[in-house]
């Protein structure tokens, strides 16, 4: 057998492993159909190694063997995911998971376990099928209007996964927050439709894996946000569709990673529809021997004339021993776009921290100072204010912590 041949082999062997623990019964023939689609994906890809092309700067293992993965299929001896306190805003209908696979309901069996097989079309992602496999905490919420609250969700499951449909120009904020170790969340975007998300990570101590899967009809709009601040490993993917004109899709991020944190965001966007606009603004602040990655990449199918995509990952490395990998990409098939990326990479501006200590700003305000003014324009891709500035406030303590 060949070294490739048996790499792949090893792939399903470990792939077979992370199935061992039965598919949850009671639920209705279409879910345990979706469930056995997803376990088919993941047998046949195989789980993910450092040979797979999206894998090559992050190492999985730490996600696939050990007291994680037997972490992530425990999920009977965990807590579920939860919504925060309090019912939930008026417009807003919410199930828990488990209920609503047990049921016939419409917009649940329409987005399960879809929105993440489409998101495999380019790039296998084996820890999203092995969570539509297998996870049985979450929710299905439906949105008909514009609730003026937020809803929280919170997943402190080992696995947990939540589907959302937001009805023609209806709209939602999502505050998501948790340490889960495997969490995915399909979002199905009606016409006219919005998602503000906006979730905060911080200090998980396990192996962390997340996924989000968007479909955008025409005008809808999703705007992404994710705070990472430390933890041992986390992997975030973005998946986004626009499948429909005029759809916009704006993903922002900021990393603060000190230690032996390895921090990984990895987006995948698609344009489809006529008009599309898509924003990736990633920015990361690496200290110690702390990593962080990022990969991007706009795909822009043959139809998808008059695209406008934009890509941007900076980071600051304030250590000799932190490091930053990057891989922007661009596929265009359309001829009639604009798209741009670009990444770059460095220490702190030393002329730029020469300038405020010559005006008695002290050094660790001072470097406060431009960190905070080098991720914001990242922060300012959150469009509700409260969230922009309690994501400021973390950066700002985060930084307070690192002079301690």
Same mark, same amino acid.
């Given at each position: 057998?060949?070294m490739?041949a048996?790499a792949?082999?090893?792939?399903?062997?470990?792939?077979a492993?992370?199935?061992?623990t039965?598919?949850?019964?009671g639920? @209705?023939?279409?879910?345990?159909?979706?469930? %056995? =689609? $997803?376990?088919a994906r +993941?047998g046949a890809m195989? #789980? /993910? !190694?450092?040979?797979?092309e999206?894998?090559k700067y992050?190492?999985?293992?730490?996600?696939?063997k050990?007291a994680a993965?037997?972490?992530?299929v425990?999920f009977?001896?965990?807590?579920?995911?939860?919504?925060g306190?309090?019912?939930?805003?008026?417009?807003?209908?919410v199930l828990?998971?488990?209920?609503?696979?047990?049921?016939?309901?419409?917009?649940?069996?329409?987005?399960f376990?879809?929105?993440e097989?489409?998101g495999?079309?380019?790039?296998a992602?084996p820890?999203?099928?092995?969570?539509?496999?297998?996870a049985?905490?979450g929710?299905?919420?439906?949105?008909?209007?514009?609730p003026a609250?937020?809803?929280?969700?919170?997943?402190?499951?080992a696995?947990?996964?939540?589907?959302?449909?937001?009805?023609?120009?209806a @709209?939602?904020?999502?505050?998501?927050s948790? %340490? =889960? $170790?495997?969490?995915? +969340?399909?979002?199905?975007? #009606? /016409? !006219?439709?919005?998602?503000?998300h906006?979730?905060l990570?911080e200090?998980?101590?396990?192996p962390v894996a997340?996924h989000?899967?968007?479909?955008?009809?025409?005008r809808?709009?999703?705007r992404?946000f994710?705070?990472t601040a430390?933890?041992?490993?986390?992997?975030n993917?973005?998946v986004?569709?626009?499948?429909?004109?005029?759809?916009?899709?704006?993903?922002?991020g900021?990393?603060?990673a000190?230690?032996?944190?390895?921090?990984?965001?990895?987006?995948?966007?698609?344009?489809?529809g006529?008009h599309?606009?898509?924003r990736?603004?990633?920015?990361?602040v690496v200290?110690?021997?702390a990593?962080?990655?990022?990969?991007g990449?706009?795909?822009v199918?043959?139809?998808?004339q008059?695209?406008d995509?934009?890509?941007l990952?900076?980071?600051i490395?304030?250590a000799?021993?932190a490091?930053?990998?990057?891989k922007?990409?661009?596929?265009?098939?359309a001829?009639d776009v604009?798209?741009?990326?670009g990444?770059t990479?460095g220490?702190?501006?030393?002329?730029?921290?020469?300038?405020?200590?010559?005006?008695?700003v002290?050094h660790?305000e001072?470097?406060?100072?431009l960190?905070?003014?080098?991720?914001?324009e990242?922060?300012?891709?959150i469009?509700?204010?409260?969230?922009a500035?309690?994501?400021?406030?973390?950066?700002?303590?985060?930084?307070?912590?690192?002079?301690?």
């Amino acid at each position: 057998m060949s070294m490739t041949a048996t790499a792949a082999a090893a792939k399903r062997a470990l792939a077979a492993d992370l199935l061992s623990t039965p598919a949850p019964g009671g639920e @209705a023939a279409w879910a345990g159909k979706a469930r %056995a =689609a $997803a376990a088919a994906r +993941l047998g046949a890809m195989g #789980a /993910p !190694g450092r040979r797979d092309e999206y894998w090559k700067y992050t190492d999985p293992t730490p996600l696939t063997k050990g007291a994680a993965a037997h972490g992530a299929v425990g999920f009977e001896s965990v807590a579920a995911a939860r919504l925060g306190e309090g019912p939930a805003p008026e417009g807003v209908e919410v199930l828990p998971l488990a209920q609503a696979l047990a049921a016939d309901l419409g917009f649940a069996r329409e987005i399960f376990g879809a929105l993440e097989a489409a998101g495999q079309e380019k790039v296998a992602r084996p820890l999203a099928a092995l969570n539509t496999a297998r996870a049985t905490h979450g929710f299905a919420v439906r949105v008909t209007a514009a609730p003026a609250a937020p809803l929280h969700l919170v997943n402190d499951a080992a696995m947990a996964h939540s589907v959302i449909r937001v009805e023609r120009d209806a @709209a939602l904020v999502l505050i998501e927050s948790g %340490a =889960a $170790a495997n969490t995915c +969340l399909e979002v199905d975007l #009606a /016409p !006219g439709a919005a998602l503000h998300h906006v979730r905060l990570q911080e200090g998980a101590t396990a192996p962390v894996a997340t996924h989000v899967f968007a479909r955008l009809a025409d005008r809808a709009q999703l705007r992404s946000f994710t705070l990472t601040a430390d933890g041992a490993l986390t992997r975030n993917e973005v998946v986004a569709e626009l499948l429909g004109d005029h759809a916009l899709a704006h993903l922002g991020g900021a990393v603060l990673a000190k230690g032996a944190s390895t921090i990984d965001n990895t987006v995948f966007i698609t344009h489809t529809g006529l008009h599309g606009e898509s924003r990736q603004v990633f920015k990361n602040v690496v200290d110690d021997t702390a990593r962080a990655v990022f990969q991007g990449k706009i795909f822009v199918r043959a139809q998808a004339q008059k695209t406008d995509g934009y890509q941007l990952s900076q980071a600051i490395l304030l250590a000799e021993g932190a490091t930053f990998s990057a891989k922007p990409e661009l596929e265009i098939y359309a001829d009639d776009v604009a798209c741009s990326h670009g990444s770059t990479t460095g220490a702190m501006d030393e002329e730029a921290l020469f300038y405020l200590r010559a005006r008695g700003v002290p050094h660790a305000e001072a470097e406060a100072l431009l960190v905070a003014a080098f991720v914001d324009e990242a922060v300012a891709e959150i469009a509700e204010e409260t969230l922009a500035e309690a994501v400021r406030a973390r950066v700002a303590a985060w930084m307070a912590r690192r002079q301690e």
